[in-house]
């Protein structure tokens, strides 16, 4: 039996993974991204070399795939939409991306269909705030992993900012004095059939996740809420795919949504090794039109730590990485990037553990802090 052929744009970590499943799924996966040395390479059946937002290259991808998505949302949608009209698949569609690819037409639309948000606003440093400090500027589009997105907590670091980057292209939104950061991944076939997996706990410094631990210890009226929230989303878009929604909880025990990713997403990596079918896996069976397998643990409990770069350099950090994975029932993910830098994402450690519930919480620290000790140079 010939392969049926799946086309990602995009070819970081988050195609490299996907390409691990894809074999299980009788799938190759094809590549369009811009950099030779980038993950997903090493695994691709196929490669073309070109920027994510190059339409000729996609033109290319469509050629020789079934079907086609995405690795991130940093695309070119007007001039996809001809392809779209030549009968070139995408899933997800490009009309269920729309709304979400500009933060303030995503905050607006979330809006539109009910769901809750953190107050917000299109920036105008022509017109005067309409909210006091402290609050969030963000870029409407581009931004991921911390960049783009700034707290201002005085004038004085609103007129340092406004120094550095572009007059136009932002928003700005209430500062949200949250308790806890959740989130979840869930998928949506084209028979409408949604599976939602374990709402997560985050951590994130500087806008940078830190660590996942699922599942999060929430009360089930509020996870019920959660998957609601998520039901409605992905029905009003009429999804066929996976997206990663990212959720403030607040101390009156109030769910806003903070962030919606068309893809999968960091807080979904733990599922790789905790749970019986990965985020990755489950992305292509949504949009192949596979049946779709089950988020269930496989454990009591899960912690992923992101290995971030803490320094410039060029090294593999070999020692550090079999420190790691000596660790008992731990999983490391390297994903072969050439440089380090601070910030960047360079692989993550899932540990899954079992036990006594009222002990599980005590190892999820302690996991952590073995994890960044090993990571991290005192």
Known sequence: MINRKVGVIGGGQLAWMMAQEAPRLNLDLIVQTPHANDPAIALAQEVILAAIDDVEATTQLAQICDVITFENEFVNLAALQTLAEKGVIFRPSLKSLAPLLDKYEQRSYLNSIGLPVPAFWNYDPAQPLPLDYPFVLKARRHGYDGQGTCVVRTAAELAAILTKIPASGWMIEAFVPFERELAAIA???QAGEIVIYPIVETYQENQVCRWVKAPAEIPSLLQLEIEQQIQTLLTELQVIGLFGVEFFL???GQILINEVAPRTHNSGHYSLDACETSQF??????IMDLPLGSPRLKCQQAVMVNLLGY????SDYAQQRARLADLPNTYLHWYQKQEARPGRKLGHVTV??????HCLSKQVTEVIEQINAIWYPS
């Not at 896996?281 to 949504?286: F, G, I």
């Not at 320094?311 to 060029?314: F, G, I, K, L």
């Open 352 to 357: 899954l553990l079992d036990g006594d519930r």
């Open 250 to 252: 607040t101390s009156e």
């Open 187 to 189: 998928a949506r076939n």
């Open 281 to 286: 896996a489950m992305q292509l069976q949504a």
């Open 311 to 314: 320094e410039v350099a060029e």
